[in-house]
Structures are given as structure tokens and as C-alpha cells.
């Protein structure tokens, strides 16, 4: 095959990936939303855009994260827009550039590497909401405390995270395994 053909049929597959990615965090939290409890514990929107950095490279996955919430609230007016869509918006868009950038920049092959762009990627994206959210509550002339922070970043989310670090490996790997994964731009 020629170059030319090449990078058309990586940036189609890029594409692909990606538009499956955003409707999967579109749709999702459906599963969860009649309890929306249970939906903050779960994450459903962060396996996609995960999912979207790792295969498809950090401009593909940081796209999908900006959109996921956004599109999501605009549509069905979940999660709300202000506070909670505009700070899943950075958190997501985080994920998914750290995750993507990371992957493709480190060496070897398998759930090691898929690990060591994913545990920093999920704690980069923590971090960028809690400091969007300390943000927003100044602006609003409320509190944004640490406490507040590790509730939602850490407390509530842990079974998302857990669902995450076993589910997001595993996927990854099946994609690679089956198909030519495709390279960061």
C-alpha cells in the first residue's frame, strides 16, 4: 500500500475509533443514570475517553473528552453544564491527551505500558477537575475544599477506578491484538 493511502486509512480508522468513543460516553451513563449515585461511583464517560487517547493518540482522545460532557448536556441536560459539565470537559479532555501522549511515547508493549499511560493519565484528569472546580466555587464565591476534592475525586469514584484499571487494559489490549492499532499523528 502507498503512504498516501496509508494515512488515509490510519486517519479514517482515527475517526472511526473516535466517533465510536464519544457516542459510547454519550450513552453510557445511561446504564447508570436512574441512579445517578450510582453513576458518579461508576465513571461511565471516562472508559471511553480512556479508550479514545490509548488507541487512537492524545489530539483524538483530548477532542472526545471536551465533547463528551459537553455534547451531553447540550442533548439531555446531564450532567448539568455549570459546574459540573464545564469541569468534566477539562477532567475528560486531560484523560484523554496524557493518556494518548503517554502511550505512544513509552516503549514496549502490553498491559505495562498500557498502565503506566493510564495511572498518570487518571490522576492528571483529577487533578484538572479539582483545580477547575476550586476555580468555578471562587467565581462563585463559594468553597471548593480538599475534602470536597478527595470526595469526588477519589472516595465516591473508587469503584470507577477499579472498573477502569481492570476494564481499560484488557480492551486496549483486545483492540491491539485484532487490528493494526493505529499511531499517534
Given at each position: 500500500?502507498?503512504?498516501?493511502?496509508?494515512?488515509s486509512?490510519?486517519?479514517?480508522?482515527?475517526?472511526?475509533?473516535?466517533?465510536?468513543?464519544?457516542?459510547?460516553?454519550?450513552?453510557?451513563?445511561?446504564?447508570?443514570?436512574?441512579?445517578?449515585?450510582?453513576?458518579?461511583?461508576?465513571?461511565?464517560?471516562?472508559?471511553?475517553?480512556?479508550?479514545c487517547?490509548?488507541?487512537?493518540?492524545?489530539?483524538?482522545?483530548?477532542?472526545?473528552?471536551?465533547?463528551?460532557?459537553?455534547?451531553?448536556?447540550?442533548l439531555?441536560?446531564?450532567?448539568?453544564?455549570?459546574?459540573?459539565?464545564?469541569?468534566?470537559?477539562?477532567?475528560?479532555?486531560?484523560?484523554?491527551?496524557?493518556?494518548?501522549?503517554?502511550?505512544?511515547?513509552?516503549?514496549?508493549?502490553?498491559?505495562?505500558?498500557?498502565?503506566?499511560a493510564?495511572?498518570?493519565?487518571?490522576?492528571?484528569?483529577?487533578?484538572?477537575?479539582?483545580?477547575?472546580?476550586?476555580?468555578?466555587?471562587?467565581?462563585?464565591?463559594?468553597?471548593?475544599?480538599?475534602?470536597?476534592?478527595?470526595?469526588?475525586?477519589?472516595?465516591?469514584?473508587l469503584?470507577?477506578?477499579?472498573?477502569?484499571?481492570?476494564?481499560?487494559?484488557?480492551?486496549?489490549?483486545?483492540?491491539?491484538?485484532?487490528?493494526?492499532?493505529?499511531?499517534?499523528?
Amino acid at each position: 500500500m502507498n503512504a498516501a493511502k496509508t494515512r488515509s486509512s490510519l486517519f479514517i480508522r482515527k475517526l472511526t475509533y473516535s466517533a465510536l468513543c464519544l457516542a459510547l460516553a454519550i450513552v453510557l451513563p445511561f446504564l447508570t443514570g436512574q441512579i445517578p449515585q450510582i453513576g458518579s461511583m461508576l465513571c461511565p464517560m471516562h472508559i471511553p475517553v480512556l479508550l479514545c487517547g490509548l488507541l487512537c493518540g492524545w489530539p483524538w482522545g483530548l477532542v472526545v473528552g471536551v465533547l463528551s460532557p459537553l455534547l451531553r448536556s447540550v442533548l439531555f441536560g446531564m450532567p448539568p453544564m455549570f459546574p459540573i459539565g464545564v469541569s468534566m470537559a477539562f477532567e475528560l479532555a486531560m484523560y484523554g491527551a496524557v493518556a494518548g501522549a503517554l502511550y505512544r511515547g513509552l516503549p514496549g508493549r502490553g498491559a505495562g505500558r498500557v498502565y503506566a499511560a493510564l495511572l498518570p493519565a487518571m490522576v492528571a484528569g483529577r487533578l484538572v477537575w479539582g483545580l477547575v472546580r476550586f476555580l468555578i466555587a471562587g467565581l462563585q464565591h463559594t468553597q471548593f475544599t480538599l475534602e470536597l476534592f478527595l470526595a469526588g475525586a477519589v472516595t465516591t469514584a473508587l469503584p470507577g477506578i477499579v472498573l477502569q484499571l481492570v476494564l481499560i487494559p484488557l480492551l486496549v489490549l483486545a483492540v491491539e491484538r485484532h487490528t493494526a492499532a493505529p499511531q499517534a499523528d
